[in-house]
């Protein structure tokens, strides 16, 4: 069931439940809170378990402020209520405290977030507020002033972030962007100099599809549906996809591929949100990722290519950041073994789907694309997952030794060729 659908007791919970499980917040920090058509706003309990939580925890508030729920509210639900009223637009907000913002807060710097196309698009304009006491009046009138004038997202000085949105879902992956975009800048800070979009040119190609009415699926596109919705939630448990961004796909045939669809969460995808696409059509009622004319081009120049998965991994997408050191597969004969080597392409790349279809493929399986991220090509969804999931750790490994200060020593050529031989790479 989507998010949505559900009671607004409940999608409180499911959002509260992945903001803990995220690691984006402790057991006694952070606060959540949607306000439902009649005023009603459901919001997070004051001193209660954050790992814990059931339905029965969420607390009411009516409108006449009348409290229902076996607890107290959030000490900070004079603020959520106080937007609320000044933004009608507003109909969520996720306040928490995870490690990469507050970095950024108790330095008073805020996260860039031009970084790439998607977190450009997404986060847009933060503002700031002043500190004060958590739960006190002067905090609350703070944060409700960013937010009159029209800011969504707020870092908040000597505190953590908050966001407010259309509803919960939207305003936890606005949240859980902006986190991958502190995440990524922290690591870059010690491998190089960022590298922004500012100045840039990629215009990327506008594909339209046209529709089709999908008849009966046969045995094989059923289990590949399936697949695709348990890889990407697998994914997102595994932090290489996010709730906004990731794409996966499936040849079926010639010219007729499954993937994902636009601005859905990557968590909790069923099989029947899994878009066809047949040529230039797309599934009647649907709408693909906006990388399925990517996915498309390179399907169409490589026959032996089966399964496609593009995202953002905040290690491995540091490198696509940074204008200094390059990214090496060559760590040990596990990472070379999977990624053989992986190129960088210029942002400019993504103007021209040709130019990346022309460099990926069965020799270099993964390519980096600089203020983008990582593309990653196979013979089955579980092999570009693994290689996906590869390129993370294997990037995650590079940073910690770059952090570590001493000297990398990658596998020599005579190393790498004699693993070639001995497993029958080329």
């Given amino acids: 069931m989507k998010l949505t659908q559900k009671h607004p007791a409940n999608q409180v919970l499911d959002i509260i439940n992945r903001v803990y499980y995220n690691k984006l917040t402790t057991v006694s ?3 959540i809170s ?6 009603n706003i459901f919001i997070t309990p004051s001193g209660i378990d954050k790992g814990s939580l059931q339905r029965r925890d969420i607390m009411k508030v009516s409108p006449s402020g009348e409290i229902e729920g076996l607890h107290k509210p959030s000490c900070e639900l004079p603020f959520h209520s106080n937007v609320y009223k000044l933004r009608p637009d507003i109909k969520a907000i996720v306040h928490a405290h995870p490690p990469a913002l507050v970095a950024y807060a108790v330095t008073r710097n805020i996260p860039i977030t031009n970084l790439t196309s998607h ?3 997404k986060c847009g304009n933060i503002s700031t507020s002043r500190y004060a006491i958590p739960g006190s009046k002067e905090l609350g009138d703070i944060i409700s002033e960013e937010f009159a004038k029209g800011f969504d997202l707020i870092m908040m000085d000597a505190h953590g972030a908050v966001v407010g949105a259309k509803d919960l879902e939207s305003a936890f992956a606005l949240f859980e962007e902006l986190d991958y975009c502190a995440r990524m800048q922290i690591n870059a800070a010690s491998i190089g100099l960022l590298s922004e979009i500012n100045g840039k040119h990629a215009k990327k190609p506008q594909i339209s599809f046209g529709s089709f009415k999908n008849g009966k699926k046969t045995n094989a596109e059923i289990d590949y549906r399936e697949d695709i919705c348990k890889f990407l939630s697998r994914a997102y448990d595994q932090n290489i996809v996010n709730t906004s961004f990731g794409t996966l796909s499936q040849r079926l045939s010639e010219d007729e591929f499954l993937i994902n669809p636009h601005l859905a969460d990557r968590k909790t995808l069923t099989p029947d949100d899994i878009v066809k696409i047949k040529g230039n059509d797309a599934e009647e009622g649907k709408i693909p990722a906006r990388a399925a004319g990517l996915h498309k081009q390179i399907y169409r120049t490589h026959p032996e290519v089966e399964s496609i998965f593009i995202s953002e991994p905040p290690y491995a997408t540091t490198f696509a950041l940074t204008q200094s050191k390059p990214f090496d597969s060559r760590l040990i004969p596990e990472s070379y073994m999977m990624l053989h080597d992986v ?8 103007s021209n789907y040709k130019e990346i279809s022309d ?14 991220g990582a593309v990653a ?6 092999q570009v997952f693994d290689r996906m999931e590869v390129l993370e750790y294997s990037a995650n490994s590079v940073l910690s030794a770059y952090r570590m200060g001493t000297k990398i020593s990658p596998m020599s050529e005579e190393e790498v060729e004699e693993v070639n031989k001995y497993f029958n790479i080329w």
């Fill in 343 to 350: 190129k960088k392409l210029p942002y400019t790349a993504m």
């Fill in 119 to 121: 977190t450009a698009a």
């Fill in 377 to 382: 090509v196979g013979k089955s969804l579980m």
């Fill in 34 to 39: 949607t306000i439902d058509d009649d005023g």
């Fill in 29 to 31: 920090g952070g606060n």
């Fill in 359 to 372: 460099v990926i493929g069965k020799k270099v399986p993964v390519v980096l694309i600089e203020n983008e």
